[in-house]
């Protein structure tokens, strides 16, 4: 698997952007990075996913560094409600294509402030 | 919107006892998943369910654990002879063929006592 860093913890402002960075350097050419974040013990809620290009969704963009060693997961208008356990997650392929298992790391503690 | 569903929400059994753990993954999805998660750990990958069997399993899933598909909807997890160290957030998930999400359910919160 390829390994994720992750800082612990971070805050933000309500309203603001919330800009949270990831490291995966040892990723493989086909492996993608995933965002999933966990509120307080719930099940793990998919945020979004990339490859190599930045992807912007309803909920969130992700931007991909060109070398594919780092990625930021950015909120753009965080809300109290945006706190949360995020998991950046390299994705394990198996030979099954749709079939592959999720390894979750600690993630960061995101902390929305009023 | 569709959604991986698990009952029950919450499970307390006596050591030693077994327990089924139900999940009800998305309509047409083919591929199923148990996560736990120990009170203050990482989320931690359990088994994966693939056309009636097991695709890949962890350490953990050891001869304690079994998981099956009953019918056509239900997918389950049953731990034979609970351990205290069993107790633990169970999450189920599922993603559908040619898809690149894995959905998660609520979790059931199962303690051993």
């Known amino acids: 698997d390829a390994k994720t860093t992750q800082p612990p913890s971070m805050d933000c402002a309500e309203g603001r952007a919330a800009n949270l960075p990831c490291n995966h350097s040892t990723i493989s050419g086909n492996e993608y990075v995933y965002w999933y974040r966990q509120i307080h013990s719930q099940g793990p809620q998919y945020i979004i996913h990339?490859?190599?290009n930045n992807e912007t969704n309803e909920m969130a963009s992700l931007i991909i560094t060109e070398d594919r060693k780092s990625s930021t997961l950015i909120l753009p208008h965080a809300t109290l409600r945006d706190t949360a356990v995020y998991y950046c997650?390299?994705?394990?392929?198996?030979?099954?294509?749709?079939?592959?298992?999720?390894?979750f790391g600690k993630g960061t503690l995101l902390t929305v402030n009023p | 919107e569709p959604e991986v569903t698990q009952t029950p929400s919450h499970q307390v059994t006596q050591m030693g006892q077994e327990v089924i753990l139900r999940c009800v993954p998305i309509s047409n999805h083919l591929y199923f998943y148990w996560y736990r998660q120990i009170l203050g750990q990482k989320v931690e990958f359990l088994v994966s369910?693939?056309?009636?069997?097991?695709?890949?399993k962890s350490e953990i899933f050891d001869d304690q654990f079994s998981v099956e598909r009953p019918d056509g909807s239900n997918f389950t997890l049953k731990i034979r002879s609970t351990k205290l160290e069993d107790s633990a957030m169970y999450f189920c998930a599922s993603i559908g063929l040619g898809q690149e999400t894995q959905y998660f359910g609520p979790g059931t919160r199962l303690l051993v006592l």
């Open positions: 369910f693939y056309n009636n069997e097991i695709s890949e």
């Open positions: 990339g490859l190599k």
């Open positions: 997650i390299v994705r394990v392929l198996n030979s099954g294509g749709s079939n592959y298992k999720l390894t």
